[in-house]
């Protein structure tokens, strides 16, 4: 089974404080996302990543940038946290075959439930 | 705009009744359409997808159903179980020219009353 697991389920910094979240996936995927999950909005693409050291801005990438040294590893990290950062953050990974890469399904980790005070 | 919207917020049924879950699209240009289901603390997992050149696709328990003239899409469970209480999602893929993005809906939330 694909497995993705991510660093921490629950977090709390300080405004201003800089913050990595770090994502893991175990079958050698080629895309991984980070969305971040709000009551009401969905889910909204941060970023997104269709390769090692590849990156792509998603709906809402302001404040927040992503590092991708290694296929299985996608961090998405928070330069200077602010109070409305807070929100969950989900960490996803999909594979890459075929004609249309793009109509693979996501699969998705726990979560990590970021509070910013 | 692009956008995925859901018709309920919240569904009640009874267990054993069928569900049925309604989802309204805007971009007639996806092709491809997912459903997900997010149980408490998890992440959203894959139930089933459909592809635009399909109108209907059964799974275990589950049918998707796509109305590409009202850009509509449903999921239907039968003989819903406690288990299926959960938060669940629709969402497109907008096509190639669209990258790699999948647009996801605010979500529906089902209740199973045992």
């Known amino acids: 089974d694909v497995k993705v697991t991510q660093s921490s389920r629950y977090l709390v910094k300080r405004t201003g404080e800089k913050v990595f979240l770090e994502c893991v996936q175990d079958m050698d995927h080629e895309n991984m996302f980070w969305y971040r999950q709000d009551p009401g909005l969905g889910l909204r693409l941060i970023y997104f990543?269709?390769?090692?050291?590849?990156?792509e801005k998603g709906d809402i990438p302001e404040g927040y940038s992503v590092s991708r040294e290694k296929k299985e590893r996608f961090s998405l990290i928070l330069e200077s946290a602010s109070t409305n950062q807070t929100s969950m953050y989900l960490c996803a990974s999909s594979s890459t075959s075929g004609l249309k890469p793009l109509y693979n399904e996501q699969f998705f980790g726990p979560g990590t439930r970021l509070t910013v005070l | 705009g692009e956008s995925v919207g859901l018709h309920l917020p919240t569904l009640s049924v009874q267990e054993g009744d069928n569900s049925i879950i309604n989802c309204a699209y805007s971009?007639?240009?996806?092709?491809?359409f997912i459903w997900y289901k997010q149980e408490s603390g998890k992440g959203p997992q894959f139930i089933i997808d459909?592809?635009?050149?399909?109108d209907k696709r059964q799974g275990q328990r589950v049918t998707v159903l796509l109305n590409k003239t009202v850009k509509h899409l449903s999921l239907q469970i039968a003989a819903t179980q406690p288990g299926d209480s959960a938060v669940y999602f629709c969402a497109e893929a907008p096509g190639y020219t669209g990258g790699f993005k999948t647009i996801f809906g605010a979500g529906t939330r089902l209740f199973v009353k045992a």
């Open positions: 459909i592809r635009s050149n399909m």
């Open positions: 971009n007639s240009a996806s092709d491809y």
């Open positions: 990543s269709y390769d090692v050291k590849m990156k």
